[in-house]
């Protein structure tokens, strides 16, 4: 059995990446103050992630966006507490030690098998369970029902738009019918409140 603060930093995991769309391998890399990493950027307007020109093929620095709702839970964090990776899910055995990304894959697998969080069932009945993969991809879509493929093409660091287009825009017809009929309903109750105003106000002009 894990103990709680162990336990503590994997839900804190877990809900980052829910929260961020971040691949797994961005996740272990990305860092509070680290110049020469992906890093978290706090002065800006908005916060955003920073990669450093070492990284980029046209070799100057690049501001990504991010999620609000990921700004909103990296804010959370104490400003003392601001330092080193921002991600330290704690390892099986030895205390300290940094995880690489293959194990932490192996853990989170382990996790959704255990929660019984099913994202599918193959063909002889294997049961697949939620994994990092499953993270990124469940806010790919939350996202794409919500702004332009152009926008989530950004906001999921896809390098082409036909990868965007491809994974994410159209794909759930229903979640899309859903947004689409609450715009419906949104337009229709404020059509019919309006034009209950117009016909109470032309009402209130009649002579009496």
Known sequence: ??????????EH??????????????SLELF???DDKLCVDLTTKRPTLRIPAELEKGNRDRLLPIAPEFAEFLLMTPDADRTGPVFRPAPERVKGERLCDYTVSRILSKIGEKAGVKVATGQNGKVKYASAHDLRRSFGERWAARVMPVVLQ???RHESIETT?????GRNAQSTADVLWEAHERAAGNTLGNSAHHETTQESRKPR
Do not use: K, P
């Open 1 to 10: 059995m894990w103990g709680d603060d162990r336990a503590a930093t994997w």
């Open 13 to 26: 995991y877990l809900r980052g990446l829910w929260t961020s769309g971040l691949r797994l391998g961005e």
């Open 32 to 34: 509070w103050d680290r």
């Open 154 to 156: 950004q906001l999921m």
């Open 165 to 169: 287009l491809r994974y994410y825009v």
